[in-house]
């Protein structure tokens, strides 16, 4: 097990330590026995994004260090939303779409703690205790230990006050709720540290005045570094649009495909703040990756090591066998979209359905409509020569004839001339 002068010394050599209200006294604190760590998730969709990742594994290495994860979803709070570095107001969630994000966060955070045992992690929900106050018990509680100046001066209020979008009085109200929630778990659960990513200091350091003011209560606040690439971009965007840890909205293909592509510049920034690749494995990737880049080391250790927490060892042999596709791997029990995600930047075609009644398609005019081939004396000289393929699988007779069989797919089969010239006929 991780020793508390162990996990300080991880969390600083991965770059892990961005703020801390006291690292002095949070190092005492975790060395006089196992402790309580919070971190809150806000269930804006029924999945988490790559940048969650950070979060959910920071709690899992206190875990491993002995000391008591708590994952907070924010079922209160998230019907407000955090204005924290946003640049205009977010989108109410209905009651019923906010629940099903809730039990879709919940559902992803289980895969990544230990919930088992009496210092088992926990998973908490702040709107049980947030339904039964009242408005005015918690002003009266709370929105008097708030000093208006402090809140007018927290950068996520100046920002938005300055914008066009403005700052609704919800919004302005959003850091109490969370500041509160330090308190309510610390009275209920002796939480004593709540950790998250940079954007939310602000709200850490409420939190911890607040429970001096009303509880005369000693906590502690850490926050991460957000998780962006060399440029200053978010991570876990793309064209397409966000990398999700539900496998319905990211395939583990797609996911390990990102990973497999991060730039040079990030990918050991990555390796340190998302895996437990240990120091000297690391530091082996770093001096891999520095000597021959186009090997991409480190690149595939992360994209491995990534898939296989977020979707198991299926999902990675899954992840593994779409990519030898590509490199003219066999293609069977596939489905169309994940041909789609494979082929994305293929050709493909449109073709009738009943082309592969009767008969069926002859090769040749297939080769033709996929754009592979101009005539059929084109198409006989690569057949003979060994060139075409139909699911990755060589086609020897010039005479063949294409069914529904021969689809990889409900509607799609994959055409190859050559090494690397796919196209795609769909059957529709």
């Given at each position: 097990?991780t020793?508390?002068?162990?996990?300080?010394?991880?969390?600083?050599w991965?770059g892990l330590i961005h703020?801390?209200?006291?690292?002095?006294?949070?190092?005492?604190?975790l060395?006089e026995?196992?402790?309580?760590?919070?971190i809150?998730?806000?269930p804006?969709a029924?999945?988490?994004?790559?940048?969650?990742?950070?979060?959910l594994?920071?709690?899992?290495?206190?875990?491993r260090?002995?000391?008591r994860p708590i994952?907070?979803?924010?079922g209160?709070?998230?019907m407000?939303?955090?204005p924290?570095?946003?640049?205009?107001?977010?989108n109410?969630?209905?009651?019923?779409?906010?629940?099903r994000?809730v039990e879709?966060?919940?559902?992803?955070v289980?895969?990544?703690?230990?919930?088992?045992g009496?210092?088992?992690?926990?998973?908490?929900n702040?709107?049980?205790?947030?339904q039964h106050?009242s408005?005015l018990?918690?002003l009266r509680?709370?929105?008097?230990?708030?000093?208006?100046g402090?809140?007018?001066?927290?950068?996520?209020?100046?920002?938005r006050l300055?914008?066009?979008?403005?700052?609704?009085?919800t919004?302005?109200?959003?850091?109490?709720?969370?500041?509160?929630?330090?308190?309510h778990?610390?009275?209920?659960?002796?939480?004593?540290l709540?950790a998250?990513?940079?954007?939310?200091w602000?709200n850490?350091?409420?939190?911890i005045?607040?429970?001096r003011r009303?509880?005369?209560?000693?906590?502690?606040?850490?926050?991460?570094?957000?998780?962006t690439?060399?440029?200053?971009?978010?991570?876990?965007k793309?064209?397409?649009?966000a990398i999700w840890?539900?496998p319905e909205?990211t395939s583990?293909y797609a996911?390990y495909?990102?990973?497999?592509?991060?730039?040079?510049a990030?990918?050991?920034?990555c390796?340190?703040y998302?895996?437990e690749?240990?120091?000297?494995?690391y530091?082996?990737?770093?001096?891999?990756?520095?000597a021959?880049?186009?090997?991409?080391?480190?690149q595939?250790?992360?994209a491995?090591w990534?898939?296989?927490?977020v979707h198991?060892s299926?999902?990675l042999?899954?992840?593994n066998?779409a990519?030898e596709?590509l490199?003219?791997?066999?293609i069977d029990?596939?489905?169309?979209?994940?041909?789609?995600?494979?082929?994305a930047?293929?050709p493909?075609?449109?073709c009738p359905?009943?082309a592969l009644?009767?008969?069926?398609?002859?090769i040749v005019?297939?080769l033709?409509q996929?754009?592979l081939?101009n005539?059929s004396?084109?198409?006989?000289?690569?057949?003979?020569?060994?060139?075409i393929?139909v699911?990755?699988r060589r086609v020897?007779?010039?005479?063949?004839?294409l069914?529904?069989d021969d689809?990889a797919?409900?509607?799609?089969?994959v055409?190859?001339k050559g090494k690397?010239?796919?196209?795609?006929?769909?059957?529709?």
């Open positions: 097990m020793t508390t002068t162990d996990l300080i010394s991880e969390l600083r991965r703020q801390c209200t006291d690292e002095s006294g949070l190092h005492k604190l060395s026995g196992p402790q309580t760590v919070y809150g998730f806000d804006t029924t999945s988490l994004h790559v940048g969650g990742l950070m979060q594994m920071m709690l899992r290495r206190f875990q260090a002995g000391h994952a907070l979803v924010g209160a709070t998230g407000i939303g955090d924290s570095g946003k640049s205009e107001e977010r109410l969630l209905n009651a019923d779409d906010l629940q994000n879709g966060i919940a559902a992803q289980q895969r990544f703690l230990d919930f088992d009496d210092r088992g992690a926990l998973l908490i702040n709107f049980d205790w947030m106050y408005y018990e918690f509680d709370v929105g008097k230990n708030f000093p208006i402090q809140m007018m001066g927290r950068e996520s209020v100046r920002s300055e914008s066009e979008a403005g700052l609704s009085y919004e302005f109200s959003y850091v109490l709720l969370q500041a509160y929630d330090f308190v778990l610390a009275k209920t659960y002796g939480c004593r709540q998250g990513g940079s954007d939310q602000g850490i350091t409420a939190g005045d607040l429970g009303m509880a005369g209560l000693q906590l502690y606040g850490l926050t991460a570094p957000l998780l690439t060399s440029d200053g971009r978010k991570m876990g793309t064209e397409s649009g840890l539900d909205r583990p996911f495909q990102y990973w497999l592509r991060v730039e040079d990030d990918v050991m920034r390796i340190a998302l895996t690749i240990d120091r000297e494995e530091e082996s990737l770093q001096q891999q990756t520095q021959d880049p186009g090997k991409r080391a480190a595939k250790r992360l491995a990534m898939t296989e927490l198991g299926a999902g042999a899954a992840a066998h990519s596709i490199f003219g791997g066999e029990r596939l489905s169309d979209r994940q041909l789609s995600e494979i082929f930047d293929v493909s075609n449109e359905r009943d009644s009767g008969e069926g398609l002859w005019d297939a033709r996929a754009g081939s005539s004396g084109e198409a006989r000289r690569a057949i003979n020569e060994g060139g393929y699911n990755n020897s007779d010039f005479n063949r004839k069914t529904a689809l797919s409900e509607t799609v089969m055409l190859r690397r010239n796919y196209a795609l006929l769909r059957f529709v």
